[in-house]
């Protein structure tokens, strides 16, 4: 990768952070909902939920892949206002690379949603979650989730590329937001009806979760670590390339 390739990527992740802190209500919202739903969970839910251990435990990597899905609400429509404002005609008159402005956005909602996580896992850590990790485990799930939230965000980039509205591709998200519910994030799929259940075990968040949960040391399927690196891929290389091939198009109009 060329030096003005990063540095344009790095012009436009500045400005997209810019664009983020300026819209607080929004930012507040995408930092404090996962801890919200992380505090119903365990104090309204989490005691007639039996998981074998602590529930605090149990829920957390959860609660990290659904700061995801919250932030790939703020990254989609981003993308659409950009489009639908006329920026993406403005950069167009500029000598820089011309989709160094879907890396900004990729970059600035990974970084976003790595410090929701952060902030979720640290009032967890206040709630009493003790994970039993050392630090290459640490390494390895911060790894696993910076994947999958750059994989996130490629998807939401490539849906707020092909969004009609700021609206739309905000709407377009819920899908993400919604599926951690069905996956291992808050009880055993054990607990699920058998044809729910072979949705639950096999889609992208399920690995995901169980990889992190086993990697941080409380309950869970290991050896699915594997699996959950290909569904990130997969999804990496999904999002990337519809976003790139949707982006050629319209910015050759």
């Not at 005609?89 to 790595?114: C, I, K, S």
Request: glycine share 10%; hydrophobic share 55%.
């Amino acid at each position: 990768m060329s030096a003005h390739i990063v540095a344009d990527s790095l012009v436009m992740l500045r400005r997209c952070a810019r664009h983020t802190l300026r819209s607080r209500d929004t930012l507040i919202i995408s930092l404090l909902m996962p801890v919200l739903v992380m505090l119903l969970f365990t104090y309204v839910f989490g005691g007639a939920i039996d998981v074998g251990g602590p529930y605090l435990d149990y829920v957390v990597p959860g609660i990290m892949l659904l700061c995801t899905g919250f932030g790939s609400s703020i990254t989609a429509t981003a993308v659409s206002t950009d489009m639908t404002r006329g920026s993406i005609d403005r950069f167009r008159t500029l000598p820089m690379y011309r989709q160094a402005v879907l890396a900004g956005h990729v970059a600035e909602g990974v970084l976003r949603n790595l410090a929701a996580i952060a902030i979720a896992v640290g009032v967890a850590v206040a709630l009493g979650y003790r994970p039993r990790a050392n630090l290459w485990e640490w390494s390895a799930a911060i790894a696993v989730i910076t994947l999958f939230v750059t994989a996130i965000s490629w998807i939401a980039v490539a849906l707020g590329l092909v969004a009609k509205n700021p609206e739309a591709a905000g709407g377009l998200t819920y899908a993400i937001m919604f599926i951690p519910y069905i996956s291992s994030a808050f009880v055993e799929t054990t607990t699920m009806p058998g044809w729910l259940r072979g949705f639950a075990d096999y889609q992208p968040a399920t690995p995901v979760i169980d990889t992190v949960r086993s990697l941080l040391g409380a309950s869970g399927s290991g050896g699915v670590a594997a699996l959950a690196v290909a569904w990130c891929l997969a999804l990496g290389l999904l999002g990337f390339g519809g976003a790139s091939v949707v982006f050629g198009r319209l910015s050759h109009r």
